[in-house]
């Protein structure tokens, strides 16, 4: 048989007839077809440690197309790879094939039947949407798995996926009922009970081979099978052992489609997939086990697990040390701790009598007292808090990923399961052998079912492969010890492909064979995965194989925090290297992007608004990503950050700084961006719009005095229309008005003796030439608290700036150059104590961010520790008792809020809702939005017009049309209060503005 390393007929001499097959693909599908090279890099990796170029990409629009593309490469013979978000950790997404993604288009409801209980769907069904979808009906499907904002069915079903309550409601070969399924003939097949399938039928007579091979390698079949519930290794052949101790189906029946499950793709193509549901339960409590040591918490698993929780999950010191750097994670996380603990198990009792789970959470603390351990339970009786410790938990993965430096938690052994009376032991000797290789494993996960996620550390671009081969042989010698299964949850895939045939022998592995033969004999879907895998440590495949090497280029910041070294045993940093290892620092930071996929989600929150709007790879975090670090090391050519592919990936960025808070890991594309635009304005110079954009602070006291004209203009449609045509704006915007200028109608505080209470109140270019009523508003507010407030009125100079136009435009020496100006303007004002108060999020919120990335020092840091959003302002004087403003009914009964991006990532958001709220009569909603898509010039920019209001219609736009007439629109950003006007036609003012209305 062929396997993943030997595939001769898709190397080099295949150029040619891969142009054919892309162009055979174009013209009979109606879905996308993406051959170029970084379309293929983009889908060459998965959440493993290896990367492995496909022949391409289809992304069918319908069932009809799937089937399409599947027929064309069968008739070319080149092998196919159906994939979903991606998030597999052991490489059984990634291989030398035409990679099916079933995500933007395959993922629809097809039937459901809630008095049965079940529902199908197509695999590109996300499981977060489908449980959204069936929540009114008081169903979910419970599979639980810490990806369920990005997975998809489909995905779910190859690797035989389980999730945190498996304990309960087992994994998901238990939890299906039907696969409708191509396979690799063509034949569309429709797998279900053995007993129900047609007499005669090809799945009836697929029914029986299968049970034929079976039946001949039984006693095989009960030696060698793990006894465990989590084992998800090989084919499932034990589904006709009517001996099986875990049964696959309730009613003990034979589900052919059982044997689908967990085959990572290589006996069929799924087309639909008919899913058991499950009552959702109406109560749940959580509580918070806190151990004194790990082994502890190990031991006292099985004794838990009597109480009959629905889950125990395991999160060790070193994710805790994690999540506590984390701004999102943190004031969640110190919630659940009581002193430090060294461990801590999540239990949670589920079901619809709250006294009956309230009564299981004391017996919970009743055990533990019986243990040993008296007051080492946090009980979280509450929803909210119980969702916000498990989204946590969830991001776990992403959280061990977030570590800075070349040695990384690497994936090979991490879900080994073994039964829960060996687990204390079995952890223990695994840290020994950690140990032994100078490294340590971060635990985290299922220890309710004995399934521990456990990934030791390992720098893959030096000995991390040689150390993963011998950790591998001696925890496999471990699992054989205990009687577990060496692989317990994410599937073989190519990391763990090689262990199949030790883990069930030559027979069954032969058996395995068998099978795939059966249903693919020409070795055509995803070749090379649970049977005739490549080694585990085969370095071509490695996505940092020790040839890995970054092309030499010339960062504009510095990037040398990342550039760290991690003492893998006790856990400490060296000091991060110096400026001139800003380069690789600059590589390192890309490559923090695990590609877990968390960036895919369309839940709250505002990554990633681009990908919400497209569904497309390439627009999303992930995808730039990766091809930021295809660009870094040469696999895109060698214009470096310059290239088209690069400007193409970072298209529609809209710089909202989501993924910087809201990626586990810290990915800060926005960032990125303004180093590909820099590097990009180097190399290929700036257009007449960027030059516009970039200069606004400059010219805008000019435009300001002929307000007129720009009038004038405006209201002329053919100027207008010839204007914008020039600078490639769309003509459905208006341009930007200019009514005068603020601060020169203002004057600064008179005395310059340090007040009780004074303050410094930074006024933007917007908010000084566009909209000086909400400075002026802020200024009135400010004075009514009694304080004395001081301008950024400049004598003679132009107004300062912070330069943020000239990074959106790639002009990052001017942008230094504007904040250095303004640094030294306010410096006075911050070595005396007195705060910097801003109205514009993305201007103020830069000195906080871009301000610390310039090499300015203390400085910066100083600014940074004083610079304050004027909400934020508000509530730290209210909570030192410093803001004695007296507020009356503003007029309106209702604010609807939406937040400006830079606000949600900064979580700077709170505080507005905080002073809305000190208005009498005023109820605040906040709408559950992403990026409201203008983000500066680009909802401006022709090319990105309807891409801007694709982002607004998502959740914003929709939110103000069902508002209330009478309620009043707040938005702090400038960029935000024009895109609700132009897509709504209503206004939004400033939280200031309503404040003033609000004065007593």
């Known amino acids: 048989m062929t396997s993943l390393t030997k595939q001769p007929q898709f190397r080099d001499a295949r150029i040619k007839p ?27 990796t998965d959440a493993s440690i290896y990367q492995i170029t496909p022949v391409g990409v289809v992304i069918p629009r319908h069932q009809e197309d799937l089937k399409i593309a599947l027929d064309i490469a069968r008739d070319a013979r080149v092998p196919v790879l159906a994939r979903g978000a991606g998030t597999s950790q052991c490489g059984q997404t990634v291989g030398e094939a035409l990679v099916i993604d079933t995500t933007r288009w395959l993922n629809q409801i097809v039937e459901f039947d809630a008095e049965a209980q079940t529902v199908v769907v197509e695999p590109g069904m996300v499981l977060d949407h489908l449980n959204a979808w069936l929540k009114p009906y008081g169903l979910w499907y419970p599979v639980d798995v810490s990806t369920s904002a990005q997975c998809t069915i489909g995905g779910m079903a190859g690797n035989n996926s389980c999730g945190s309550r498996s304990i309960y409601y087992g994994n998901m070969v238990h939890n299906v009922a039907g696969i409708d399924a191509i396979l690799a003939d063509g034949f569309e097949a429709q797998f279900s009970f053995v007993d129900s399938l047609a007499e005669g039928s090809r799945e009836q007579q697929l029914a029986r081979q299968v049970k034929a091979i079976a039946e001949r390698v039984s006693p095989e079949i009960r ?4 006894k465990v519930l989590r084992r998800v290794g090989g084919y499932n052949l034990d589904l006709f052992d009517c001996q099986n101790p875990i049964p696959y189906d309730p009613e003990g029946r034979v589900n052919l489609a059982h044997l689908l499950i967990g085959s990572e793709g290589t006996l069929g193509v799924s087309q639909r997939i008919k899913l058991r549901l499950s009552p959702l339960p109406s109560q749940k409590v959580l509580g918070v086990v806190n151990f004194p040591t790990f082994y502890q918490a190990m031991d006292l698993t099985q004794y838990i697990v009597k109480l009959g929780p629905m889950a125990v999950e395991l999160v060790d010191r070193t994710m805790i040390e994690l999540a506590l750097e984390n701004p999102a994670f943190r004031p969640v996380i110190e919630k659940a701790l009581i002193g430090k603990p060294e461990a801590i198990l999540l239990v949670e009792f589920a079901g619809d009598d709250h006294a009956e789970q309230l009564a299981a959470l004391s017996a919970l603390n009743e055990l533990m007292g019986d243990l040993g351990l008296p007051g080492s339970v946090v009980n979280m009786p509450e929803a909210k808090e119980q969702k916000a410790l498990w989204d946590v938990r ?4 992403n959280i061990m990923m977030s570590m800075k430096g070349d040695g990384k938690p690497v994936s090979f052994i991490e879900d080994c399961a073994v039964p829960l009376e060996h687990l204390a032991e079995y952890t223990t000797k695994l840290t020994d052998v950690f140990n032994r290789y100078g490294t340590e494993g971060t635990w985290y996960a299922h220890a309710g079912v004995g399934t521990l996620h456990v990934r030791p550390i390992l720098d893959m671009r030096r000995d991390g492969a040689e150390k993963m081969r011998e950790i591998a042989e001696l925890a496999s010698s471990l699992v054989r010890e205990y009687k577990g299964a060496y692989s317990g949850e994410h599937g073989d895939g190519i990391c763990r492909g090689e262990w199949v045939a030790w883990q069930f022998g030559d027979t069954l592995n032969n058996a395995f064979r068998e099978i795939k033969q059966l249903f693919d004999p020409d070795n055509l879907l995803n070749p090379g995965k649970i049977v005739d895998t490549p080694k585990m440590d085969d370095e071509r495949y490695f996505r940092f194989p020790k040839s890995y090497q970054t092309i030499p280029l010339t960062p504009v910041f510095d990037w040398s925090a990342w550039n760290v070294k991690r003492d893998p045993l006790t856990g400490e940093q060296t000091p991060p290297g110096t400026a ?5 620092g600059l590589a390192m930071a890309v490559e923090m992007c695990n590609n877990n996929g968390h960036c895919r989600k369309f839940d709250a929150g505002t990554m990633c608004p681009s990908f919400r709007a497209t569904k497309d790879e390439q ?26 592919a690069v400007k193409e990936a970072l298209d529609l960025c809209v710089s909202c700084k989501g993924c910087k808070r809201e990626c586990p890991t810290g990915v800060d594309m926005a960032k990125f961006k303004i180093e590909a635009r820099a590097a990009r304005a180097r190399a290929k110079g700036l257009s007449l719009r960027d030059r516009m954009v970039g200069e606004m ?16 203009v405006e209201r002329t449609p053919f100027l207008a229309n010839r204007i914008k045509k020039t600078l490639n704006f769309a003509p459905e915007r208006a341009l930007p008005v200019f009514k005068g200028n603020f601060l020169a109608g203002n004057h600064n505080a008179s005395s310059s003796e340090v007040a009780e209470r004074e303050v410094l109140l930074f006024v933007d270019t917007f908010n000084n ?7 002026k508003a802020a200024k009135r507010v400010l004075e009514a608290a009694g304080y004395r407030v001081h301008l950024n009125i ?9 330069g943020r136009t000239y990074l959106s435009s790639g002009q990052f020496e001017k942008a230094k150059a504007e904040a250095r100006r303004t640094l030294d303007h306010l410096m006075p004002f911050v070595d005396r104590g007195v705060a910097v108060v801003g109205l514009e999020p993305s201007c103020l919120l830069s000195m906080r961010d871009e301000f610390l990335q310039y090499g300015f020092g203390e400085e910066a840091r100083a600014l940074a520790e004083s610079a304050y959003l004027f909400e934020e302002f508000l509530v730290t004087a209210h909570k030192a008792g410093k803001l004695p403003l007296a507020l009356k009914h503003s007029g309106y009964k209702q604010a609807l809020l939406h937040g400006h991006c830079h606000q949600k990532a900064f979580d700077a958001l709170r505080p507005v809702e905080q002073v809305l709220g000190w208005v009498p009569g005023l109820e605040v909603k906040t709408i559950e939005s992403s990026c409201c898509g203008m983000a500066g010039s680009f909802g401006y920019e022709t090319e990105h017009y309807e891409a801007s209001l694709k982002m607004a219609e998502l959740s914003l736009l929709p939110a103000i049309r069902e508002a209330e007439d009478d309620a009043v629109l707040v938005a702090d950003g400038t960029s935000c209060r024009h895109q609700i006007k132009d897509g709504s036609g209503r206004e939004a003012i400033h939280v200031a503005c309503l404040l003033e209305q609000a004065l007593a």
């Open 697 to 712: 602070p400059r010219y805008a006291p000019w435009a300001s005095r002929f307000s007129g004209v720009m009038d004038y």
């Open 619 to 644: 627009h999303l975090t992930r995808g730039r990503a990766n091809t930021l670090r295809l660009v870094l090391s040469g696999q895109l050519g060698d214009e470096g950050l310059a290239s088209d």
């Open 769 to 775: 030439y566009m909209e000086g009523n909400n400075a």
């Open 580 to 584: 001139g290892d800003a380069t690789h």
């Open 794 to 802: 400049t004598k003679g100079q132009r107004p300062l700036c912070c």
């Open 18 to 44: 891969l142009g054919e097959l892309a162009a055979r693909l174009s013209r009979e599908m109606a879905g996308d077809v993406l051959f170029d090279q970084a379309a293929r890099g983009r889908y060459a």
């Open 394 to 397: 969830k991001a776990g993965l």
């Open 223 to 226: 030696e060698h099978f793990p």
